[in-house]
């Protein structure tokens, strides 16, 4: 069993910049996606970025031009850099881990979500 911590989360001002932190613990396994999803209210769960253990990356339409994802394979961590910030990126930001195929698809561990707001 696999749990997602993430932390980074908060207030940040229109045009300001925000990193994301995801850490897996427990039986990682040796072939593990990972990423994020965002989740505003009244609205569906929308892939964000997703990259594999070797590298290989995908971005959410809407968020392709100001976020860049990235890990650590050594202590299983993934971040979510964003900048460029519009309200329109508030949402809960959920870590998301699995062997799942394909690759993009959404995987099977999931964590509590952090809170992301962008407002003045």
């Known amino acids: 069993q696999v749990q997602l911590v993430e932390s980074g989360g908060g207030l940040v001002q229109p045009g300001g910049s925000l990193r994301l932190s995801c850490a897996a613990s427990g039986s990682v396994p040796s072939i593990y996606h990972m990423g994020w999803y965002r989740q505003a209210p009244g609205k569906q769960r929308d892939m964000v970025a997703v990259i594999t253990t070797d590298g290989s990356l995908m971005y959410g339409d809407s968020v392709v031009d100001h976020v860049k994802i990235s890990r650590e394979n050594a202590n299983n961590t993934v971040y979510l850099d964003m900048n460029n910030l519009t309200p329109e990126d508030t949402a809960v930001y959920f870590c998301?881990?699995?062997?799942?195929?394909?690759?993009?698809?959404?995987?099977?561990?999931w964590g509590q979500g952090t809170q992301v707001t962008v407002s003045s």
């Open positions: 998301n881990g699995g062997s799942s195929s394909p690759w993009w698809s959404p995987g099977d561990d």
